[in-house]
T-cell receptor
């Protein structure tokens, strides 16, 4: 059973650019959530996708968007990057139904200069 | 406004002793609580959880206590081992499950000294 994987591991972008981060869910999981973890903070919920539909959103602006594909892999897109977007981006997968824990990937470290 | 607070940024204990990590919350709608452990360069890994209908849950060396009236939970690790050294995050959710939006605290760095 493969775990949650994310790519790339590290990324450096310039303010105003756009970025796409990728996540491959754990086998069989149909739900993916994305979190942003700024330095010294806990992860903050960005949004969740279930069966390719957004299933809830945290307090993030519309320039943060996502996709979930039929194979349950996922993307996080951020447009018009700002310096404050520099953070570790984590994705987590789970089963939708029941009280199943979320399994996190190792994250993508994004630096915006 | 932080709804989940971990007021101790760090904790240091001796191997074999008890580690107690604390967490407070302000949102009375939270009904499911979790602890995650995070090693450097890895994602958080689930450790233990508790539903708001319980006041204690135990799993091996790890026990979580929930005091709803005080809006406080704690994680006890007994005995502590050097491999337990990590950042511990308290998290909470609404809706009776752990597969939806989790609200995390800032974390506590636990160091277990041999």
């Amino acid at each position: 059973e493969t775990g949650v994987t994310q790519s790339p591991t590290h990324l450096i972008k310039t303010r105003g650019q756009q970025v796409t981060l990728r996540c491959s869910s754990q086998s069989g999981h149909n739900t993916v959530s994305w979190y942003q973890q700024a330095l010294g903070q806990g992860p903050q919920f960005i949004f969740q996708y279930y069966r390719e539909e957004e299933n809830g959103r945290g307090n993030f602006p519309p320039r943060f968007s996502g996709l979930q594909f039929p194979n349950y892999s996922s993307e996080l897109n951020v447009n018009a990057l700002e310096l404050d977007d520099s953070a570790l981006y984590l994705c987590a997968s789970s089963f939708k139904t029941g009280s199943y824990e979320q399994y996190f990937g190792p994250g993508t470290r994004l630096t915006v200069t | 406004d932080q709804q989940v607070k971990q007021n101790s940024p760090s904790l240091s204990v001796q191997e074999g002793r008890i580690s107690i990590l604390n967490c407070d919350y302000t949102n009375s709608m939270f009904d499911y609580f979790l602890w995650y452990k995070k090693y450097p360069a890895e994602g958080p890994t689930f450790l233990i959880s508790i539903s708001s209908i319980k006041d204690k849950n135990e799993d091996g060396r790890f026990t979580v206590f929930l005091n709803k009236s005080a809006k406080h939970l704690s994680l006890h690790i007994v005995p502590s081992q050097p491999g337990d050294s990590a950042v511990y995050f308290c998290a909470a959710s609404v809706g009776g499950g752990s597969n939806y939006k989790l609200t995390f605290g800032k974390g506590t760095l636990l160091t277990v000294n041999p």
